[in-house]
């Protein structure tokens, strides 16, 4: 073999995904890619607030001696304070500095943590649909992901869960607003699941962690508010990041926060700790470390993302489509009309409309559409949807 | 388990290294830090060059819609192209810019390396004494890292790396200017490790690959080159940063480069596309991509680490210690009188000067010097150097 094996496989396996994609850019060399209404990628289109120009100009002014240089793998202790203080008041739970460490955006959070726990054979539980990247950071570690149903509107399912724990489930990874449906988890629902852990935990004789992430948190409508996960339960990571509260993924900037009364909370910290430098991160980006130390809480005006939300949903209901009206993020997950719905996709793509297929998150007979758009793609392309709709009804 | 057996085995194996640092941050609270004579870290004291600096005002400048958005997994094809028409002259070989991945560092570049080519069992070989992060980043992958031994001024020992490569051998690792010895292979030593892989290759009827890790290739002395890698063996890989070349070591900015008549070249860039996202780095940082972009070829001014070197090696050859000139990097790797480095190691902190025992490098018997400092440390702490060495001549 010319590369690993498993690699190689992936390759192959990802390659329906890849083909859409590859479909998408024909249309666009075809048609133009002003007349193909590309909805299929959650990259936030909105400029990034005022404040972090801003922070950023300040950040670069202080650029000299030391400021690009390593510091702690953890990240700099007074970004890590100034982030502490703003997030004890956002969760109402006193968190100090060392329980936070910076990372590489969520996703390099999310291996930071999974390689920090995994033994062989260790089970991840999460909810589908789901962001199917965690399988990739699951497995890269030696775990393996196991998915959960959920109700029809995508909140979670109590007893699926409590039947899906066994002695083998080392955490939960929960995402919420949820990627691709937009849903939150209510306050009563994750104390509910924070009992169950805890009642399994004891059973089984072992921590289960619940892992939360949650880059969307701040991407919420209709004061909608989402409930922070520390009140639920004691045992709980936060891995997240700042890609879309200040829309600027591909800086990759995010951290890990650890509950302040975790029970093994020191081994969690130098174990991660640990975990950041030898995957290679070494630490997060120094210079957005510090910019983001600068403008804890300012958030990207979301009211663009809210008005295409409105334009979509009620386009979509008068075109007849079935769908739950997304909370949170910036996707709506809408039934497709058939059973197969890559199939449905392609006649999407037929009226020059790229979204990608449910089975692409584990919610085969949906599709994913993301709004994260300029809002004149949205209303050229409702007649699209309208015309591959009528055909079913 | 709290968490993973391996990682909490890893915070125990790493505990005596970890105890040495402890011990100089017991001494730097008891004397102030100006008073200790810390040689320990590799993290470069230089000052950025000022053309980083405008770069990165240029880039901030033209922050915007975009600007900090995700962009292909690889990078920016436009700083891309920038990288690989410098590197075509740099190398004198035809680079585009599809054989090229932005990556997060040196430490990111290899992880994605070893992910891309490692199946379980398959061994990776590595020229001691040697950076024993290397040790992580192929065990994190399922590999196994095994040291071939150099001559006894760290030059590369060919019939002792003829003995190593089995049929297990995937991949040699290479690092020139080399940390911790400061040592540069030669052209000859190269062209022959080149043609010991192809003959070896050919008889286990697999690519050996050889992968280039060069963040020093910049810091040379006395009009040292260091060869390019690429004239000695097609089936090559360059990992490498600028962390060192800029000064901006935590900034994790790096990349790989593939050799552009590598056998196996789209599957080894595809995969290493998919492993840079599924590891959770994504991208390498957008900012950084972009002012690395405008400064290629752009090295900061070593005359600082050259004349820390001169005097560093003038006043231990007095004291009498035997070392090997280095001729690139910011590192001595001087023999300790004694056989237990680590004991030798300890004496020097007595005198308040900190180092890194050689064992802590597979290089049992000698300690490394980070020269990275101001020359006032060297002055005041070449007494102390000559005091510990005067009770063992």
Redesign the interface.
Known sequence: ????????E??NKSSFIRKMFEEGARLKALHGAENVFDFS?G???L??PPEF?AA??EA?EE?????????PNVGYPFVRKALAEYLSIEHGIGLGENDLIMT??A??????VF?????PGDEVLTPAPYFV?YN??VD??GGALKTVTTHSDFTLDLPAMDEAITEKTKAVLINSPNNPTGQIYSKESLDALGALLREKGKAFGR?IYLISDEPYRKIVYDGQQVPSIFSSYTETIIATSYSKDI??????IGFLAVHPGA??KS??L??MA??N????????????QRVMGKIQGVTVDITQYEKNRKLFCEGLARAGYDFTVPPGAFYLFPRSPIEDDVAFVRELQEELILVVPGSGFGGPGHFRIAYCCDEASIVKALPGFQKVMAKYK
Do not use: Q, W
């Open positions: 073999m010319a590369i690993a094996k498993k690699i190689s992936s390759m990628l990259n936030p289109n400029v990034p120009k950023l100009f670069v650029s000299g001696a030391g400021t690009h240089s390593y510091m590489c955006g996703a390099g959070a999310l291996n930071v390689k920090t726990l995994l033994d990247e990739f950071y890269n570690h921590t829309s600027v993924p591909g800086e990759r029970t093994f081994e969690l130098s174990g640990l975990c430098r030898i995957l290679g991160f070494v630490n997060a980006p120094a210079l957005m």
